[in-house]
């Protein structure tokens, strides 16, 4: 069965670095690929999707790559700030689309 | 308005016991589904439907029944409940079927604890 996993589950970051977050997949060929955010208590939000034929996405400050080969996706958050605190997820799919699997998450903290 | 909005949003009960949570949404979306987070926050799907049709159903145990009264609403029924029920439940839906990987918008989830 597929396997996904996100790099160390905390992450600490000083203000005003890049965040990178990465994404590890196994026995999956995901044809589509996200990004959440999820703060204490709330359900995850929705931020970025890539597809499997796309390289990179951008929206602000984020930047979320794709690469198939390594099986792996990077999400970056650029000049952080303390209010970019929160437990990031990727969730993975097949060419369905419906059926997204989920990451481990990681839970970035980044500190003033 | 909430787009995604679930009840109740703590549920505390007794082992063995039965209990429904409700789920609605206004965002006109077609596919709605329950996920199951654990206590490592490890979220997992447990059923999709697509216009009060099932289309996803994961390995959960005949203990949880899924109901889709119209395509607005996504109920989940729990029988016989057991410590391992013990769980956050998120209910979530996204626009379009099948091929689309459209963002899911989630409510704030269930916090059920079981006794």
Redesign the interface.
Same mark, same amino acid.
């Given at each position: 069965s597929q396997k996904i996993e996100q790099n160390s589950e905390a992450l600490n970051i000083q203000e005003g670095k890049t965040a990178t977050l990465t994404c590890n997949y196994t026995n999956y060929s995901p044809?589509?690929l *996200?990004w959440y955010r *999820?703060d204490p208590?709330?359900?995850?939000?929705?931020l970025l =999707?890539i597809?499997e034929n796309e390289k990179e996405k951008r929206k602000e400050r984020l930047k979320v790559t794709f690469d198939t080969t390594l099986k792996q996706s990077l999400f970056h958050i650029t000049a952080s700030q303390p209010a970019d605190s929160a +437990?990031y =997820?990727c969730a993975l799919?097949g060419? +369905?689309?419906? *059926?997204?699997?989920?990451g +481990?998450?990681t839970s970035l903290t980044v500190i003033p | 308005d909430t787009a995604v909005s679930q009840t109740p949003k703590y549920l505390v009960t007794q082992m063995g016991n039965d209990k429904s949570i409700k789920c609605e949404q206004n965002l006109g979306h077609d596919t709605m589904y329950w996920y199951k987070q654990d206590s490592k926050k490890f979220l997992k799907i447990m059923f999709s439907y697509n216009n009060k049709e099932l289309i996803i159903n994961e390995t959960v145990p005949n203990r949880f029944s899924p109901k889709s009264p119209d395509k607005a609403h996504l109920n989940l029924h729990i029988n016989s409940l057991e410590l391992g029920d013990s769980a956050v439940y998120f209910c979530a839906s996204s626009q379009g079927g099948r091929g689309h990987g459209q963002p899911q918008h989630f409510g704030d989830g269930t916090r059920l604890s079981i006794l």
């Open positions: 044809a589509y *996200q *999820q208590g709330r359900g995850p939000v929705f =999707l597809r +437990t =997820l799919a060419n +369905t689309g419906n *059926q997204f699997y989920f +481990t998450g | -």
